[in-house]
């Protein structure tokens, strides 16, 4: 994402920031919802995105969660993570919202995403602290 970019180079969202995408290349039989989610809970706090060396930011980057198992029925993209979430801010809690939900709904084409760390939903961990 690229914050405060207010919807310029991507999907406006939470504190004035752009909901933008990385391609990732995984290796041949590698499930794409697995690869999707270690590459983004693997990512870096800052990255800079080839067009317009803009720094794109990884509100994931201070938590340690680790992707579990993932499920596509078709329509909805399950995920379940296990770990420590931990926003960097108030801003940070809809940054990790959009990250893991749209990193599931493009890894599968899924049209809705359900995601629990920890046995509870992504709500109510990021509730809890």
């Known amino acids: 994402m690229l914050v ?39 990512a870096p706090q ?13 509100a994931l980057s201070g938590s340690r969660l680790k992707f579990l198992s993932g ?9 379940y ?8 801010g108030t801003c940070d809690i809809p940054r990790m919202e959009a990250q893991l939900t749209q ?4 890894a599968v084409g899924a049209i809705r995403a359900e995601i629990y760390v920890n046995g509870r939903t992504l709500t109510e961990a990021m509730t809890l602290g």
């Open 46 to 58: 800052e990255a800079v995105l080839s067009s317009g060396g803009a720094a794109a930011y990884n």
């Open 71 to 79: 499920s596509f029925d078709g329509t909805t993209v399950t995920v």
């Open 103 to 106: 990193t599931a709904l493009a």
């Open 4 to 42: 405060d970019d207010g919807g310029m180079h991507g999907v406006r969202f939470g504190c004035n920031d752009s909901l933008v995408g990385f391609a990732q290349e995984s290796r041949a039989g590698e499930e794409p919802l697995a690869a999707a989610m270690a590459a983004l809970l693997d």
């Open 81 to 88: 993570l296990a770990g420590v979430m931990r926003p960097g």
